[in-house]
């Protein structure tokens, strides 16, 4: 596999969210703006919501930072709260702006091989650019990356399942498709979507994180079904195994 670029997403790649499940963050959000939840209703809720989102805001607003208001005004509605909930909506999602989130502890000695090796890397995620930025500083990492992008910062809502999305990054990286990687944990934003990009596509499935869906993960998926095109180049458990891929 020849790379002269190699992308990331976030969440899920670099980083993890602390927590069980999407459901219980979402609670923790609201109850730290002083609301209570019955936390059996919630799943369901979340559950619910998310049904709708993918079925009635995602396809007109993609991941835009928009669509995940909608997205939280749509789990606050299922759990039976009321009235104009725009406001609290974005106070939700504004955690996003600065999450507390975990480096996994193998990820600077491979992006210091990686920029060893000559390879630019970039950062591919749906968080805002501000909350991308911010945990890269956190983390010590912004020296790495030349391009951070995100739906917000291109304009380019649906992101990583747009075409447009990666023609515009591999424009700014002076790269073709085949000669880019796209690596990341979801199944159909950072495997589908690269792939139908033409870039190659690593899938990273850390067993940390197996049966367990956290903010960031919108869904895992399964190759089984999927047409051969869009299968990963490759799939690994740990960063470290990729230098070992393009060797």
Not at 148 to 168: E, M, N, Q, V, Y
Not at 181 to 201: K, N, S
Request: glycine residues 8%; hydrophobic residues 45%; negative net charge.
């Amino acid at each position: 596999m020849h790379a002269r670029v190699i992308f990331f997403d976030m969440d899920g790649t670099l980083v993890w969210v602390p927590g069980s499940s999407q459901a219980d963050w979402f609670a923790q959000q609201i109850e730290a703006l002083g609301l209570t939840v019955a936390r059996e209703r919630l799943a369901h809720a979340y559950a619910r919501a998310q049904e709708r989102w993918h079925r009635e805001i995602r396809p007109h607003l993609g991941f835009s930072t928009d669509s995940f208001v909608e997205w939280n005004k749509l789990i606050l509605e299922e759990l039976g709260f009321a009235g104009e909930l725009t406001q609290l909506a974005a106070k939700i999602q504004s955690y996003w702006e600065d999450p507390v989130d975990e480096l996994f502890p193998e990820v600077p000695e491979v992006l210091a091989e990686l920029r060893r090796r000559g390879i630019a890397l970039g950062i591919v995620s749906h968080r805002p650019l501000i909350g991308i930025d911010r945990s890269l500083e956190k983390h010590r990492l912004r020296e790495f990356f030349q391009w951070r992008a995100s739906p917000d910062s291109t304009g380019i809502a649906h992101g990583k399942l747009d075409r447009a999305f990666w023609a515009a990054l591999l424009r700014r990286a002076g790269v073709s498709p085949d000669e880019a990687v796209h690596v990341g944990d979801d199944f159909e934003t950072d495997i589908r979507g690269a792939r139908r990009a033409g870039l190659h596509a690593v899938w990273i499935e850390r067993p940390e994180l197996d049966h367990r869906f956290f903010p960031g993960r919108l869904w895992g998926g399964d190759p089984q079904d999927v047409l051969l095109r869009e299968h990963p180049c490759a799939r690994v458990r740990d960063l470290r195994d990729l230098p070992r891929l393009l060797d």
